[in-house]
Nanobody
Framework: DVQLVESGGGSVQAGGSLRLSCVAS????????VAWFRQAPGKEREAVAS????????DYDDSVKGRFTISQDIAKNTVDLQMTSLQPEDTAMYYC??????????????????WGQGTQVTVS
């Protein structure tokens, strides 16, 4: 059974930091794409960071550039998202998603076949 499980969410004050982790079970992050999405109430799901696992490229949404860092730990089979200088507008449910191979449109959730259950981030 393939699963992605996120952890690390919580409540922080503006300017604080959190580190989200996405661990895969029954699945190895091979030569594919893993992205962190977020969805705030009443808003569309948006990809904030993505990484091509196996040593590929990294991309960030403009809203998080310079504040968020996505990274892969091959030994632990995890993809983490380090978030710094958090602002209230970063408040959302954060999801980890994985796709096999290249993704034509990082922002399109339909390209990702495996999703985690989400972890809530609240910034006040």
């Amino acid at each position: 059974d393939v699963q992605l499980v996120e952890s690390g969410g919580g409540s922080v004050q503006a300017g604080g930091s959190l580190r989200l982790s996405c661990v895969a079970s029954g699945y190895t992050f091979g030569r594919g794409c893993v992205a962190w999405f977020r969805q705030a109430p009443g808003k569309e799901r948006e990809a904030v960071a993505s990484i091509y696992t196996g040593g590929g490229s990294i991309d960030y949404d403009d809203s998080v550039k310079g504040r968020f860092t996505i990274s892969q730990d091959i030994a632990k089979n995890t993809v983490d998202l380090q978030m710094t200088s958090l602002q209230p507008e970063d408040t959302a449910m954060y999801y980890c998603a994985a796709a096999i191979g290249r993704v034509p449109d990082i922002q399109d959730p339909s390209w990702y076949s495996v999703w985690g259950q989400g972890t809530q981030v609240t910034v006040s």
